[in-house]
């Protein structure tokens, strides 16, 4: 018997590219989690999505929610994204990712950095982010898969979604530098930005988020990412990038 045709297509840039961007752009994302003394039986929820400055994603929960103390119980979780459009809601892209939880450390180096990234992408988490029972996990993805469309379906790794450069720490540190002078003496770059590379309407975008692999926009409630066609190497490279970009 003949061997059935894959549906898989080969996983290539443009399709790396695609799932950083699905997921890179979401606000929120479903969650699935293993439901403690449950006999492994899945709970799903909806949370809030950042993203950290190596692409890892982020999410911001209660201790009081169902998923929080599944994953302090069994770290594994899924994550669900894709925004839907009109017409059949299968024929736009999402993207699943299978991750492992790792909880960040309120005291620790990294909370600070994920917390003001957090808050620049969802300004009124301002309201609870410091609550005592509010913390933030990190989600490293392990592998994913991504439905672009119908025919077009692919597996991609954890490491196809992440941001791999040596200028990562660097960026970051000047990250709210960055961002507070292009909003500021170069308004007008991110509506650029948005419209000409992201096909989003409207004006007045702001840049909340920069980092190695791309540029985060935000309007209101809708958040659009404009992903380098490779991640920048060093931190002397984003001016030059920047204004590349507006040309």
């Given at each position: 018997?003949?061997?059935?045709?894959?549906?898989?297509?080969?996983?290539?840039?443009?399709?790396r590219?695609?799932?950083?961007?699905?997921?890179?752009?979401?606000?929120?994302a479903?969650?699935?989690?293993?439901?403690?003394?449950?006999?492994?039986?899945p709970?799903?929820?909806?949370?809030?999505?950042?993203?950290?400055t190596?692409?890892?994603?982020v999410?911001?929960?209660?201790?009081?929610?169902?998923?929080?103390?599944?994953l302090?119980?069994?770290?594994?979780?899924?994550?669900?994204?894709?925004?839907?459009?009109?017409?059949d809601p299968?024929?736009?892209?999402?993207?699943?990712?299978?991750?492992?939880?790792?909880?960040?450390?309120?005291g620790?180096?990294?909370?600070?950095?994920?917390?003001?990234r957090?808050?620049?992408?969802?300004?009124?988490?301002?309201?609870?982010v410091?609550?005592p029972?509010?913390?933030?996990?990190?989600?490293?993805?392990?592998?994913?898969?991504?439905?672009g469309?119908?025919?077009?379906?692919?597996?991609?790794?954890?490491?196809?979604l992440m941001?791999?450069?040596?200028?990562?720490?660097?960026?970051?540190?000047?990250?709210?530098?960055?961002?507070?002078?292009m909003?500021?003496?170069?308004?007008?770059?991110?509506?650029?930005?948005?419209?000409?590379?992201?096909?989003?309407?409207?004006?007045?975008w702001?840049?909340?988020?920069?980092?190695?692999?791309?540029v985060?926009?935000?309007?209101?409630?809708?958040?659009?990412?404009?992903?380098?066609d490779?991640p920048?190497q060093?931190?002397?490279?984003?001016?030059?990038?920047?204004?590349?970009?507006?040309?």
């Amino acid at each position: 018997m003949a061997d059935k045709p894959s549906v898989l297509r080969e996983t290539d840039d443009e399709a790396r590219k695609l799932a950083r961007i699905i997921l890179r752009s979401a606000r929120s994302a479903a969650i699935a989690v293993i439901e403690p003394d449950s006999d492994g039986f899945p709970f799903v929820s909806r949370v809030l999505l950042g993203i950290d400055t190596d692409g890892t994603p982020v999410i911001l929960v209660s201790a009081l929610s169902a998923h929080t103390q599944a994953l302090s119980t069994d770290r594994r979780c899924s994550l669900l994204t894709g925004e839907i459009g009109k017409g059949d809601p299968l024929a736009h892209a999402r993207l699943t990712v299978q991750c492992e939880a790792e909880k960040i450390d309120r005291g620790g180096d990294a909370h600070a950095g994920i917390r003001e990234r957090f808050i620049r992408r969802h300004p009124k988490a301002q309201l609870y982010v410091d609550f005592p029972d509010f913390a933030f996990f990190r989600l490293a993805p392990l592998k994913a898969s991504m439905n672009g469309g119908f025919g077009r379906a692919y597996v991609l790794t954890g490491e196809d979604l992440m941001i791999r450069s040596p200028a990562v720490k660097d960026l970051a540190a000047m990250e709210q530098g960055a961002i507070d002078h292009m909003n500021s003496d170069h308004a007008d770059a991110a509506s650029k930005y948005a419209q000409l590379y992201c096909k989003a309407k409207g004006s007045g975008w702001r840049i909340c988020g920069l980092d190695a692999g791309g540029v985060d926009l935000a309007l209101g409630d809708q958040l659009r990412r404009l992903e380098y066609d490779a991640p920048l190497q060093s931190k002397g490279e984003l001016r030059a990038t920047l204004v590349k970009l507006y040309r």
